[in-house]
């Protein structure tokens, strides 16, 4: 059950109008009264033998008396305006059961506190099965105004309990960080031009994806006017730019005027001070910096963001957040067609679990920043599509810790967020990866050769081993080790290089895991002889094996303890 307060100046006979009217698209059918503050208020949806407007006229008139009483000691804020709305999967209410829910809010928002006779005047107007309407005066009858502290979070909090006695559907509490919901007049908008969304979802996608992709304010702006968003600045005495709203071309209302929304009101991340922070503090490396494919980096940088969800340094663990969030704002932009839609609404779900009450550290995000940044840009080779995988692969992981993060923090909203964006990368990740497994998988080596290979699976990690080699990503798996050792590297030592970036603990398929990794590993620079030589002695030194038994092609003796 969603309740959303909006607060209006002037009288309530225009909100009056607009409850009793057709409504944007023809959806109001029956609107009437289901409660009101002395339960006998006049009705212009069930008093047939009246002309509905003089009774709209004589509510309005009748609401508004107390805030007329106080003349020119009226306050300039004057009436309150509550939608609460249930689940579409929810039981329908009856008109009693409204009008006890209208009570609840009205009471929990300090409006109509329970058994306080000289409380505000309010009504309950229902529409629809699915949702009314509450309209109060900010006066109360003996001229005072309410004690409405908090009344957002006090009306959310009771919605929960509300959902609890009635068996609907129970949502996630909120920490004040949620971006806002679009309003029912401008989903009807969308529907009657024929949009899938509305126009603040659009905006804030976009503004999202330029914040993401930019290096510097003026690249920012740059972008957002090349896909199609007009933006008017808020500047002050100075000259200086101090916010920014946006706008679609097309998107007017009823006077022609474009409808400018400020990036605030888009998300609370995205107001022209926040994302000054986040292109300033996030400065990333310069190009020459880190040379090599951005693919690799950019996994690279992805897998260690569960590290860092994993110690005890909030700041930065939700700057990794930010930066995961930035990486799959983008990663639809250039991902393969049949992924494309479900990697948007991954990103558009993450987008809620890239917040809370923890303020981001972004000096750990420049390697990923930048990564992601060139795969946009640039476009890099990734001819069999195993770059795109890889990363993916490591993004599902990172995005399985941020539901955990957020679950021993308490952040239900951006738990459940994140837990619908592995959703969708699990499909997302099937679309991309399996033409590229099934690749290697045909280009699987000899059987004689599969054995030795296994061989050093079972010797390197012996609990998952049977895993592994049972797995059908196995046949991948030992054609990147036998084209690794094609290409002068030791598969020995380069399978203990791939258990050594990270555990496979939190892996979500331990043999996929180990087939990206060594197919990155692989495409480094081949060791000459000597260091191949001092790498494998360095490594059985480590185990116990003594130097003398070394040797660069047969496989060391481990023990199980060497797995990490």
């Avoid at 020459?288 to 980096?297: K, L, Q, V, Y």
């Avoid at 890889?390 to 909203?413: E, I, S």
């Avoid at 012996?462 to 002068?488: K, Q, S």
């Amino acid at each position: 059950m969603i309740p959303k307060i909006i607060l209006g100046q002037g009288g309530t006979r225009g909100l009056i109008r607009y409850l009793y009217g057709k409504g944007q698209a023809n959806e109001h059918v029956d609107p009437h009264l289901v409660a009101s503050w002395n339960d006998f208020a006049p009705d212009p949806g069930r008093t047939p033998h009246r002309d509905p407007k003089e009774v709209e006229k004589q509510l309005a008139a009748q609401l508004d008396q107390p805030v007329r009483m106080l003349g020119d000691r009226a306050p300039t804020t004057t009436f309150w305006h509550c939608p609460v709305r249930a689940a579409p999967e929810d039981p329908i209410l009856t008109d009693a059961q409204w009008a006890e829910v209208a009570r609840r809010i009205v009471a929990a928002a300090g409006v109509a506190p329970d058994g306080d006779e000289q409380a505000c005047r309010w009504v309950a107007v229902r529409h629809a099965d699915d949702h009314i309407h509450i309209a109060a005066t900010l006066v109360r009858q003996d001229g005072r105004r309410p004690q409405r502290n908090h009344d957002k979070r006090a009306v959310q909090k009771e919605a929960r309990q509300i959902e609890a006695h009635y068996g609907l559907r129970r949502l996630k509490a909120g920490d004040g960080t949620a971006a806002k919901r679009p309003t029912s007049k401008e989903h009807f908008k969308s529907k009657r031009l024929g949009q899938d969304t509305t126009a603040r979802e659009v905006l804030r996608l976009r503004v999202r994806r330029a914040v993401a992709a930019a290096d510097n304010e003026a690249e920012f702006f740059a972008l957002l006017e090349a896909t199609g968003v007009t933006v008017r600045l808020k500047r002050g005495p100075s000259g200086d730019a101090l916010g920014c709203n946006f706008a679609l071309p097309g998107n007017t209302n009823e006077n022609g005027e474009p409808v400018w929304f400020a990036g605030s009101t888009l998300s609370p991340d995205l107001s022209l001070p926040k994302i000054r922070e986040r292109l300033t503090t996030s400065v990333p490396e310069p190009v020459t910096a880190r040379p090599g494919n951005p693919w690799h980096h950019a996994t690279s940088a992805t897998e260690r963001i569960p590290h860092h969800l994993s110690t005890d340094d909030d700041h930065t663990a939700q700057g990794q957040l930010v930066a995961l969030g930035a990486t799959l704002d983008l990663l639809p932009l250039t991902a393969p067609t049949a992924a494309r839609a479900e990697l948007q609404q991954a990103a558009s779900a993450f987008e809620r679990a890239t917040r809370s009450r923890v303020t981001a550290d972004l000096t750990s995000t420049r390697v990923l920043r930048r990564s992601i940044q060139t795969i946009w840009r640039d476009r890099p080779q990734d001819k069999d599509g195993a770059g795109f995988a890889m990363l993916l692969d490591a993004a599902f992981t990172a995005v399985a810790f941020a539901a955990h993060w957020h679950r021993t923090r308490q952040n239900a909203q951006q738990q459940e967020a994140a837990e619908q964006t592995l959703l969708h990368l699990r499909a997302a990740y099937g679309q991309v990866a399996e033409p590229v497994l099934a690749n290697l998988a045909r280009r699987t080596p000899a059987q004689q050769t599969k054995h030795r290979l296994a061989h050093h699976v079972q010797q390197a990690t012996p609990e998952y081993a049977e895993r592994i080699l049972n797995d059908p990503a196995w046949d991948a798996l030992a054609t990147v080790l036998a084209e690794a050792e094609a290409a002068g590297h030791n598969a020995t030592i380069v399978l203990d290089q791939a258990l050594g970036q990270r555990p496979l603990d939190d892996a979500n398929n331990p043999a996929r895991a180990l087939t990206w990794r060594i197919h990155r590993l692989s495409q480094r620079h081949t060791p000459g002889p000597r260091a191949e030589a001092a790498r494998a002695r360095s490594a059985t030194q480590r185990i116990g094996v003594p130097a003398h038994a070394t040797a660069v092609n047969p496989p060391p003796q481990r023990s199980a303890a060497r797995r990490r």
